[in-house]
């Protein structure tokens, strides 16, 4: 028997047709039907501040029972979040916090961790001696922000390890290939790439592999398939694994927690991991192909 769903939310996210956040909207789907809760996903096509901001208003206008959402720019998303909040809708910030605003909790990733772990490792993999040039997905985004001081501070002591030019891919596929070649081009000494968005790294590898580049150190983030695709082929090296289904699943249970009065914890990191091609290679997996 059809029965009403408790809560509507709404889950809104950078980029609608991204597959990463695809696998964020799935663990949401997941605890949604779990706990007879319905799901809406939205986003802008390409990504975009200021409609991202829009799409908060619209659900705080059709007044929603709770927002899950990127917190993108600390300065432009703390007073659309705090504005919900004052409304009486409850918001949890995913995958990119916005700590100043009085969002219930953050669940995703510890981006300044995750940025450390991977130059940290970049480095060891290199016996520190690298000239990097650096895809970020967006150089608004706190959690692109906190991934590359990560990054820097972990090669701080480091004098063979240079970052030579950071570009932006704005989360896009092609965006990502451009600035790849603008970056090989403008700077032949760079020999290691870090990307650090979903998409940058595949769009590296892509590059690099038309231009038999086998020389490069590629470094990207996610473990998208693609990304684990060009991994087998030996073309990315390496890449910092986050849980965007985790982060889905465990937002909209404490979106419910919350509206049940439940006190939430200021933050839920999930897990990120460094997976390599050796790994990957070594464990056989795909070793049908
Ligand atoms: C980030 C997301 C971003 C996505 C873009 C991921 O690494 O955690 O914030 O939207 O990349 O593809």
Redesign the pocket.
Known sequence: MYEKPRYHFILI???IN????KLVLKGAEDAARNNNVAIEFRGPVE?NLEQHIQLIEMAIASRVDGILT?G?EEAKFQPVIDKAIARGIPVITV??DARTSKRLTYI??N?YQAGYQAGKHMAEALHGQAKIGIIT?SFE?S??IE?LQGFQDAIRDEPGMQIVAIESSN?SRIRAMEKTATLLNHHPEINALFG?????GMAMAQVAFNRGRHDLYILA??GLPETIDWMKKGVIAAT?V?E?YQMGYHSVEQLIDAIQGKRLQPSYYTDIHILTADQLNRRGVGAKE
């Not at 650090?196 to 940058?200: I, P, T």
């Open positions: 996210s950078q980029e991204n597959p990463y956040w990504s990127q993108l995958d990119t995703g990733t981006n997905g985004a959690n692109m991934r989360i650090a968005s979903a998409l940058d983030f996610d910092v986050q965007p």
